[in-house]
């Protein structure tokens, strides 16, 4: 029986990696079908503590964070899990996968979320090249142009201030007639005088040049008139779905999928753990995805000890 498996090879899986090898708990780690996470599609990170004045890559961060998971003892496996369950015996976990399974102790699941993304031609050309989910992550490449945000949420109003401070000019485009975002939000952004809002709008194509992308298509969805708005970036805040799939109905969740946890990582089931976007639907950043993780590996390992939970 393993000791633990984590599910997940982002900033939480990784960590979470990294420090229960070093606790000698010998983790298997499920790679999953992007290895490496969301961090693997953003450019330069440049707020990650400790890569320089310069940044560092987004794919180059995770391999080293994984080699140096690999490097404490690690092991990694590539699949796709189906199934996290209590053991019929009673004593730990059974993680299925596609065609096997395994037995555990102890599960972190550190599977992260995925932003949800406007089905645009050429989308997958021009994400990382003024396509973004991301402000925060990608904000700064953006500071004196044009950028437009998709969303009438929370995150679209946070990604619309936060642009504002960086950018020449934020377009807001949502495609009703009213924001859901809370009232304080939506009125920050309202008398925002760089942020000009477009109402029932929907953004259905791109323009690009050899620097990336150009311009947007747009279509008011009340006169079904189509017009272009010249921007360098357009900032997609329309949600995100965590990846919990497989652990519906067997852990406590809310009604977006998004995992309850208490005292730090702990779930409603006892030996199974929660890290990084699974679990945090507000922060979402890398760093705070590590800390968890982090977190996570610590508790495992007092739960395996017997103190706690
Ligand atoms: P959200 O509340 O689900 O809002 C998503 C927005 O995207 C909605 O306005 C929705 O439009 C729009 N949308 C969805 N699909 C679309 C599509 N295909 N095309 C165009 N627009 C589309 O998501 P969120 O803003 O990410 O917030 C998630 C949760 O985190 C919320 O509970 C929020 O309160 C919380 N949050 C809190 C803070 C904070 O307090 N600081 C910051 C960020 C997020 P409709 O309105 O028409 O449905």
């Given at each position: 029986m393993e000791k633990v498996v984590i599910i997940g090879s982002g900033p939480a899986g990784l960590t979470a990696a990294i420090y229960t090898a070093r606790a000698a708990l010998e983790p298997l780690v499920?790679?999953?079908?992007?290895?490496?996470?969301?961090?693997?599609?953003?450019?330069?990170?440049?707020?990650?503590?400790?890569?320089?004045?310069?940044g560092i890559d987004g794919n180059e961060l995770m391999q080293k964070m994984r080699a140096q998971a690999e490097h404490m003892g690690a092991r990694f496996l590539d699949g796709r899990v189906v199934k996290v369950e209590r053991a019929d015996s009673g004593a730990g976990l059974v993680v299925k996968l596609d065609d096997s399974e395994i037995s555990t102790k102890t599960v972190i699941v550190a599977t992260g979320a995925s932003a949800i993304t406007l089905p645009l031609p050429n989308k997958d050309k021009l994400m990382g090249y003024g396509l973004s989910t991301c402000a925060v992550c990608d904000g700064f490449f953006y500071r004196g142009k044009k950028v437009a945000v998709v969303g009438g949420g929370d995150s679209a109003m946070e990604e619309a201030s936060y642009l504002a401070k960086l950018a020449a000019e934020v377009t807001l485009i949502h495609r009703r007639d009213a924001f859901r975002a809370s009232k304080t939000m939506q009125e920050r952004v309202k008398a925002n005088p760089k942020i000009k809002i477009l109402f029932n709008t929907e953004v259905v194509d791109t323009r690009s040049d050899a620097q990336g992308l150009s311009g947007l298509v747009m279509s008011n969805l009340v006169t079904k008139e189509t017009s272009e708005l010249p921007v360098d970036g357009l900032f997609m805040a329309i949600g995100h779905h965590p990846n919990t799939e497989f652990v519906r109905g067997v852990v406590d969740m809310d009604d977006k999928g998004y995992i309850h946890v208490t005292n730090?990582?702990?779930?409603?089931?006892?030996g199974l753990f929660a890290a990084g976007d699974v679990e945090d639907q507000l922060y979402r950043q890398a760093i705070t995805a590590a800390g968890r993780g982090c977190q996570a590996a610590l508790q495992v390992e007092r739960y395996i000890e017997g103190v706690g939970h």
């Open positions: 499920i790679a999953g079908l992007q290895p490496g996470g969301q961090l693997t599609t953003t450019s330069i990170v440049e707020n990650w503590p400790g890569a320089g004045p310069e730090g990582t702990y779930t409603s089931v006892p």
